[in-house]
Structures are given as structure tokens and as C-alpha cells.
């Protein structure tokens, strides 16, 4: 079993669409947990992190943890076509960072 | 400005060849990661440094090897050993003990 698991889509949703994008983990121990955005060609970029449960909102997106049931998200209100890319979920496990498969979306004007 | 830098961008290697992809900083960040991506894969770690003239490996390190003679550098060789080398390689960067990675821009290698 991965450590982090992703659907890795692709996922096509039309402009101004709300966006789920989910991942699950094996490891209760992890705590930190983090989004990774990833343009064709270019290097991940972080976009959100949160810590434990809870959720955390950053203009558009939101990232939600739920550590009873292993489960993060993120959510992107009125998506743009600018939000196409790869997303990553990862979490903090020893030493390195644990990375699920990415998710493949694209936003159609 | 400060950030991680991965020459070259595309590099083509015959069967047979060793090759050395480079990834340097100037972050002042002690721990270095190469991961490679797969279509499909996501990141799977190939080797990681926390701290100069010490490194571990990753998932896949098998048909590679690293060395970390200074902080800011961090090469990354692919050897003739590595059956299917073709893929996009990412060298990251982070300051020990602290979340959240920068990533280099990436190099594309293909196999001819």
C-alpha cells in the first residue's frame, strides 16, 4: 500500500466550476500535510500547507485535513483556466517529503 | 535571487552512456532530493542529502549515484546500469527539519 495515495484524474471541469481534489494517507503519525502545484515542464510549487485536522483557506483554495478518516483536500472556488496544471498532495514522513501520484486538471473556458 | 537551478533543460543520452544532471542553490538549504517523475507515477525519490558529504537512498536508486561535496550542489549521474532512464528528473531543496520544498525548474532526459 502507498503512503499517499491520488486519483491522478485527469479531471476537466468547465470555467468558474468548484474543484474537489482529494488524496488518503496510511501513516496516522503524519501531521503536517501540503499542496503542490505543478504547471507542464516546470517544477512543483507549494500552494497551501496545513497542520493536523482543520482546514485552511487561502483565497480561492481551501485545504482541508481530516485525520479520522486519513483524508485531505483541496478546493478551488471559481476556477480559472489558469488553474490548469498537475496538483500533488505530500506529507511530511521521515526525513523527506511523501508525494501522491498528482492529479491532472484542466479548467475549459 | 534565490533558488534552485537544474541545467541542462533537456539532455539526450545514447544507450550505454553515463550522464550527470546538475542542481545547484543559493537558499542556504541543508537538505537536497532528487526525485524522478513518470507519467502516471507521480515523484518517486532517487536519492536525498541532509547535510554535505552525507547522502541516503531513496526509493529507486538503483542505476544512479550522487555526491555532495558542497552545500550548494547536489549532481545527480545516471549510469548505463539504470534500464529505462528516459523521464523528467526534479532536484529540491529544504532547510532541515522544516516543511515545504523548492524545486528546480526540472530536466527532461530521453534515451537514443
Known amino acids: 500500500q502507498k503512503e499517499v495515495e491520488q486519483d491522478p484524474g485527469p479531471l476537466s471541469v468547465p470555467e468558474g466550476a468548484i474543484v474537489s481534489l482529494n488524496c488518503t494517507y496510511s501513516n496516522s503519525a503524519f501531521q503536517y500535510f501540503m499542496w503542490y502545484r505543478q504547471y507542464s515542464r516546470k517544477g512543483p510549487e507549494l500552494l497551501m500547507y496545513t497542520y493536523s485536522s482543520g482546514n485552511k483557506e487561502d483565497g480561492r483554495f481551501t485545504a482541508q485535513v481530516d485525520k479520522s478518516s486519513k483524508y485531505i483536500s483541496l478546493f478551488i472556488r471559481d476556477s480559472q483556466p489558469s488553474d490548469s496544471a498537475t496538483y500533488l498532495c505530500?506529507?511530511?514522513?521521515?526525513?523527506?517529503?511523501?508525494f501522491g501520484q498528482g492529479t491532472r486538471l484542466t479548467i475549459n473556458p | 535571487d534565490g533558488g534552485i537551478t537544474q541545467s541542462p533543460k533537456y539532455l539526450f543520452r545514447k544507450e550505454g552512456q553515463n550522464v550527470t544532471l546538475s542542481c545547484e542553490q543559493n537558499l542556504n538549504h541543508d537538505a537536497m532530493y532528487w526525485y524522478r517523475q513518470d507519467p502516471g507515477q507521480g515523484l518517486r525519490l532517487i536519492y536525498y542529502?541532509?547535510?554535505?558529504?552525507?547522502?541516503q537512498k531513496g526509493d529507486i536508486a538503483e542505476g544512479y549515484s550522487v555526491s555532495r561535496e558542497k552545500k550548494e550542489s547536489f549532481p545527480l549521474t545516471v549510469t548505463s546500469a539504470q534500464k529505462n532512464p528516459t523521464a523528467f528528473y526534479l532536484c529540491?531543496?529544504?532547510?532541515?527539519?522544516?516543511?515545504?520544498?523548492?524545486f528546480g525548474s526540472g530536466t527532461r532526459l530521453t534515451v537514443v
Open positions: 542529502s541532509q547535510i554535505v558529504n552525507d547522502f
Open positions: 505530500a506529507t511530511q514522513g521521515a526525513q523527506k517529503l511523501v
Open positions: 529540491a531543496s529544504s532547510p532541515t527539519g522544516l516543511l515545504g520544498y523548492t
